[in-house]
C-alpha cells in the first residue's frame, strides 16, 4: 500500500542574494546621482606680510584702489577704465618702470645688504636672553636670507614695500560675473610678470615650474618674493555709480 506524503507547509524563499542585489542597487545610484556643489573661485590667500606697516602712515602711491560700482563700472585711482586695461594697470602698478611718483617706490636689493642684515640678526640672536626676542630675531634673519637665495637666483632686484597693494573694493549689488572678470585680470597681471621675469632668468614660464619638485621649490619662492600677490578685497559697499 503506498504511503500518503506528508507535507512540510510554503517553502522558504532563498533571500541569500538579496544583500548583493540591494548592494549593486547602491552602487549603481552613486555612479549615477549628479550632486549639485556650489561654485566660486578656487583662490590661494597671499602669505601674511611681515613688513606690518601703521595703516596712518601707508601713502596713497603704494594703494592701487580698483572700484566696481552698482552698475558693473570699473574705476581705478577714481577714474573709468575699460576692463581690458585693468591687467597693464596692474602691471604698471607693480613694478613702476618709469618711477613715478605716483606709484610705489621700489628699493633696490643687492646681496651685500643682505648678508649684513642677516649677520646682524644672527648676533641679535645669540645674544638675547628672552625666547621671544630670540625668535624675532631668527624670524628677521631667516626673511633676508630668503632675499639674499633671491639674489642669488635671480640677480639684484627692486622690491615693492610692505604696504603696497591692489585694494578691490565691489558694490553691493555688482554683478559676480564682472566681480570674476576683474578678479581674473588682476591675478593675469601678475601671473604675466611671473612668467617674464622665469622665462627671463630661467628660460622656463613660471607656470612651467613644479612645486613639488625640490629642484623648482627655490626658484618658486624667490619668484614669488619678487612679485608679491597682494590683492586685498574689502567688504562690499552702497557705491554711487
Known amino acids: 500500500m503506498l504511503k500518503k506524503r506528508k507535507t512540510t507547509g510554503v517553502q522558504e524563499i532563498?533571500?541569500?542574494s538579496m544583500a548583493d542585489i540591494a548592494f549593486l542597487l547602491l552602487i549603481f545610484f552613486l555612479v549615477t546621482t549628479t550632486m549639485d556643489t556650489d561654485a566660486g573661485i578656487l583662490r590661494l590667500l597671499p602669505p601674511v606680510v611681515e613688513d606690518v606697516v601703521d595703516p596712518d602712515v601707508v601713502k596713497e602711491r603704494n594703494v592701487y584702489i580698483v572700484l566696481v560700482n552698482d552698475a558693473d563700472q570699473l574705476l581705478v585711482e577714481g577714474q573709468p577704465m575699460d576692463i581690458k586695461d585693468l591687467r597693464e594697470g596692474a602691471k604698471e602698478f607693480m613694478t613702476n618702470p618709469e618711477n613715478s611718483e605716483d606709484l610705489?617706490?621700489?628699493?633696490?636689493?643687492?646681496?651685500?645688504?643682505?648678508?649684513?642684515?642677516i649677520a646682524e640678526f644672527k648676533a641679535g640672536v645669540a645674544s638675547a636672553t628672552d625666547p621671544?626676542?630670540?625668535?624675532?630675531?631668527?624670524?628677521l634673519a631667516d626673511k633676508w636670507q630668503d632675499k639674499l637665495d633671491a639674489v642669488q637666483l635671480?640677480?639684484?632686484y627692486m622690491e615693492l614695500p610692505g604696504s603696497a597693494v591692489i585694494s578691490l573694493q565691489t558694490g553691493s549689488k555688482t554683478s559676480y560675473d564682472m566681480y570674476v572678470r576683474?578678479?581674473?585680470?588682476?591675478e593675469a597681471g601678475?601671473?604675466?610678470?611671473?612668467?617674464?621675469?622665469?622665462?627671463?632668468?630661467?628660460?622656463?614660464?613660471?607656470?612651467?615650474?613644479?612645486?613639488k619638485n625640490d629642484d623648482d621649490k627655490p626658484l618658486i619662492k624667490a619668484v614669488r618674493l619678487v612679485i608679491p600677490q597682494r590683492i586685498s578685497e574689502a567688504e562690499p559697499v552702497e557705491i554711487d555709480k
Open 14 to 16: 532563498n533571500a541569500g
Open 104 to 117: 610705489p617706490e621700489k628699493k633696490r636689493i643687492t646681496a651685500s645688504e643682505c648678508n649684513q642684515k
Open 132 to 139: 621671544e626676542d630670540k625668535q624675532a630675531y631668527q624670524d
Open 154 to 156: 635671480l640677480g639684484e
Open 182 to 186: 576683474v578678479q581674473n585680470e588682476l
Open 190 to 211: 601678475i601671473s604675466e610678470l611671473r612668467n617674464e621675469l622665469s622665462k627671463s632668468k630661467f628660460d622656463r614660464q613660471f607656470d612651467e615650474l613644479d612645486d
